[in-house]
């Protein structure tokens, strides 16, 4: 029982996470603190792992359109979450978002777990940061992992995966970003559940991607695929590209790989699944 997993949120990253570490899922909508203990004591967990969360349909700003939605999911349960998991003596991994700071590509160096988030032009990255600045403090006193990911990767075919989405969009912004490559992330996070892990981590691949690498590599498998390079002012969108440390996740032991080495990995098994 010590060590039984109940993850929260059955959608991309949830089954994902379900696939490597096993244990049990719930999709129930949780709406109050009483729904939220609820439903954790019908399964009796060790560890819960929050994976709820609101992305926006098409992309972040339609965060705008459901904002109480966007508000109990991304922000109040993870910290009614907590409270659950602090009165039953259990652990918490909650599933946060690097996409809440400012940040200068050209001139800044890659953001450490220590730098305060400060990017509030964004509802979406607001709701986040509410949950995350109220479960860090309780993170130095209890078994409270912050996982921080950002702009997911995978080598199996899904809407929230970017490659999905570039190769849907055939554009690409030429600026460096920090990925998450999901293969990594599932066995990263066992790893920092194994050590004991608390506080916030960076769960990302070291270096940064551009999309038209990931987009030439695909390329290099399917000749056909055509696509172009705009700027990021061409959209018109409130956006933070950044890139994030993984030096933290490193030290603790765990074999961080480069996002640039597992393109060619990621392509393969990408097409490999879509046919399948």
């Known amino acids: 029982m010590k060590n039984k997993i109940l993850i929260l949120g059955n959608g991309f990253i949830g089954e994902r996470i379900r696939e490597e570490l096993g244990g ?33 349909r098409r992309n972040v700003d339609d965060c705008e359109l459901v904002k109480d939605e966007v508000l109990l999911a991304n922000s109040f349960l993870p910290i009614m979450l907590a409270e659950v998991a602090l009165r039953r003596g259990i652990k918490l991994v909650h599933i946060s978002s690097g996409c809440i700071f400012n940040y200068d590509y050209k001139k800044d160096p890659p953001l450490t777990e220590g730098r305060a988030p400060d990017y509030f032009d964004l509802f979406y990255s607001r709701s986040k940061i509410y949950s995350e600045q109220a479960l860090l403090p309780l993170s130095k006193k209890y078994p409270f992992l912050i996982s921080r990911i950002r702009i997911p990767l995978d080598d199996r075919p899904h809407p929230k995966n970017i490659l999905d989405k570039l190769i849907r969009y055939k554009k690409a912004i030429d600026i460096p970003n920090s990925v998450t490559y999901i293969p990594d992330f599932v066995k990263a996070l066992k790893h920092l559940i194994k050590v004991q892990a608390t506080g916030i981590y960076n769960v990302v691949n070291s270096g940064a991607l551009r999309y038209p690498r990931l987009l030439d590599t695909y390329k290099k498998y399917d000749p ?5 390079k705009i700027s990021l002012k061409s959209l018109n969108l409130s956006r933070t590209n950044l890139i994030l440390s993984a030096r933290k996740l490193k030290d603790s032991g765990f074999p961080v790989r480069d996002i640039n080495s597992v393109l060619d990995e990621c392509v393969r098994g990408y097409l490999k699944n879509k046919k399948g």
């Open 224 to 228: 056909k695929f055509e696509y172009k």
């Open 24 to 56: 049990d899922i719930s999709g129930r909508i949780l709406n109050s603190y009483s729904e939220a203990d609820k439903e954790v004591k019908r399964f009796n967990p060790g560890i819960l792992i929050n994976c709820i969360g609101i992305t926006g």
